[in-house]
């Protein structure tokens, strides 16, 4: 196993910065996902780990080994590729193989490699087809097979499940992580799915316009986000975000509700913003310390089975809570909604979360 560390990366194409200032240190055996919208500079940044970009400034370090001015393939990195990238006319086998063979691995060591790699996902009987003969999912199993034959110091994967639906995205996903739980080898892995990052990492890695904006335990950064930014792109649906005013005696909404203070943020005055998720509202029962309340008028419904997503709106900003099933059957209802003040965030103007 490997630690990556990263200082000061920097990533100019012409006079655009893509990567401004990155410093991260990743520790062995550590699963580590980069998040974030389009444009961020996840897949660059991770190109750039692998030597496919080359950096502007700043140094990448694998278990202290300065890597900067390395080839790709003297980095000794694995790598799977969205496209899957495999050779159309080798076999199953071969594809696996061709790394090894490119090394000069002897034949009995390749056949052991190969055989483990696709016994452990699964692909043994489909070593003699090609690429042309499988499914997608199929395939993504071979590319990963590929990176998993090679005696790799890091494993890179760049979006490796967007090709698939997401049947196949939800299968190949606890793949992946049953992969990593038994190889134990150090992975970067880029997403845009917010879902896969919380569900797959040891650490996320939030970027933003070329800078990490958060990094931590998936649930520390859902439960605790630093800015609005961060609390708005984690989750689905995402956090609703409500204008008030706060003053010594709560904070005042838009349609003149009022809601008791949050606790972390008892000093706090003036116009501020309010991040509440959808499961933290709940219908309404007999009034509990610490709890607020809404009346609401429901707009729409959108039942999902063993939940029921609820919208309304609070002045002008639609809101959605997510109740459990048969909490309302249809728009019109108008209903007394409870949220969880402890565990609502407060943002100030600049959206930065308030502790």
């Not at 997510?322 to 249809?330: D, F, G, I, Q, Y």
């Amino acid at each position: 196993m490997s630690q990556l560390e990263i200082t000061g990366l920097r990533k100019h194409y012409g006079s655009f910065e893509a990567l401004k200032g990155i410093d991260l240190s990743v520790p062995e055996g550590e699963f580590c996902v980069f998040v974030g919208p389009s444009g961020c500079g996840k897949s660059t940044l991770l190109r750039t780990i692998a030597g496919l970009e080359e950096s502007s400034h700043g140094t990448i370090a694998i278990d202290g080994e300065v890597v900067n001015d390395l080839r790709p393939r003297d980095r000794n990195i694995a790598m799977v590729f969205q496209n899957y990238a495999l050779y159309p006319y080798l076999s199953v086998f071969e594809n696996i193989a061709f790394g090894l063979r490119a090394r000069r691995v002897a034949d009995a060591e390749v056949n052991r490699r190969v055989g483990e790699a696709a016994e452990m996902l699964g692909i043994t009987p489909l070593l003699d087809r090609q690429p042309r003969q499988l499914s997608g999912g199929q395939r993504q199993r071979v590319a990963i097979g590929r990176a998993v034959v090679r005696d790799a110091r890091l494993f890179l994967f760049d979006e490796p499940l967007s090709n698939l639906d997401a049947q196949l995205r939800d299968g190949m996903r606890a793949e992946i992580k049953r992969l990593h739980g038994e190889i134990g080898k150090t992975t970067i892995y880029v997403t845009h799915d917010q879902i896969e990052a919380m569900t797959l990492a040891d650490r996320i890695v939030l970027l933003r316009e070329g800078r990490i904006e958060q990094e931590g335990a998936p649930l520390d950064m859902f439960e605790r986000p630093r800015t609005r930014f961060v609390a708005g792109f984690l989750g689905s649906p995402q956090m609703n975000f409500l204008p008030v005013e706060a003053g010594a005696d709560g904070l005042v909404l838009a349609d003149g509700q009022r809601l008791p203070r949050p606790l972390n943020a008892s000093g706090a005055t003036g116009s501020l913003v309010l991040g509440v998720r959808p499961e933290h509202f709940s219908r309404a029962g007999e009034p509990v310390a610490g709890e607020g309340r809404l009346d609401i008028l429901v707009d729409l419904v959108q039942p999902t089975g063993t939940r029921t997503y609820a919208q309304f709106r609070v002045g002008a900003q639609e809101v959605t809570a997510e109740l459990p099933a048969h909490s309302v059957e249809a728009p019109g209802a108008r209903l007394a909604l409870a949220v969880d003040m402890a565990r609502v965030s407060l943002f100030d103007a600049d959206g930065i979360a308030l502790r």
